[in-house]
């Protein structure tokens, strides 16, 4: 006995229009809850993401600023010349280090490590170049060529130094003493959060510690006068 097999109406197939429009109105709905949600939490996920980075930047601009402060040495620009070639105030610092990296003859090289400003504002640059003596006489940096400029760091963090003198005390210019600073201190500051870290780095000196009654004449000419009045 053969079955018969009714066939299937077309009404009773796929979709209806308004099934369809009912599915499209559902998924707006959904896109639009998504969307709500989404603008609320990627302004604080961008911000959160913007202090990482910052903090991520910083702590590479710290690390490289205390490596090369630290490597620091008593270097003389020639040999008729006592005073070690060390400049440094609150903007900047004038230092010589062995050379540094694999494409580098060995040797020495001048760095220099200034605030400056360009078209995206103030930065922390880092620039680098070999270390001659100077010619007999010659007084000041102007002959010097400093290439290879690196950005350590920018707004909204600004730094300064200060360095530490053989008694223990912080001068804000280091010029024309005999000895090296003991120490440079490193403040990073923030427009709207003040000071937000501050370190400080020992110098590396090749030269044993004046004596005591000789410390007076090693230290800047600020810190002199201040010694010489007993202060």
């Known amino acids: 006995m053969k079955r018969c097999i009714e066939p299937r109406r077309w009404g009773e197939a796929g979709f209806t229009v308004f099934e369809a429009l009912l599915a499209i109105a559902l998924m707006a709905?959904?896109?639009g809850a998504l969307a709500s949600v989404t603008a609320q939490w990627l302004p604080a996920w961008n911000r959160g993401?913007?202090?990482?980075?910052?903090?991520?930047?910083l702590a590479i601009a710290l690390d490289r600023l205390i490596s090369d402060l630290a490597a620091a040495e008593f270097v003389t620009p020639n040999?008729?010349?006592p005073l070690p070639l060390f400049l440094g105030d609150e903007q900047s610092v004038i230092f010589v280090r062995s050379a540094l990296g694999p494409n580098n003859r060995a040797g020495m090289e001048i760095v220099k490590i200034a605030?400056?400003?360009d078209s995206?504002?103030?930065a922390l640059v880092r620039t680098r170049g070999p270390f001659v003596p100077f010619p007999a006489g010659e007084q000041g940096l102007g002959s010097i060529r400093l290439a290879d400029p690196v950005v350590l760091l920018r707004e909204p963090f600004r730094v300064d130094f200060a360095y530490a003198d053989p008694r223990g005390g912080w001068q804000r210019n280091w010029l024309g003493s005999v000895v090296l600073p003991t120490s440079v201190r490193i403040n990073v500051r923030q427009a709207e959060r003040g000071i937000v870290l501050s370190t400080a780095t020992r110098v590396h000196a090749e030269l044993a510690a004046p004596r005591p009654e000789a410390v007076r004449d090693t230290l800047p000419g600020e810190a002199q006068a201040q010694s010489a009045r007993g202060g």
């Open 115 to 117: 605030v400056t400003t």
């Open 49 to 57: 993401l913007a202090r990482s980075q910052g903090s991520e930047q």
């Open 29 to 31: 709905l959904i896109l």
């Open 79 to 81: 040999q008729s010349d």
């Open 120 to 122: 995206r504002g103030r």
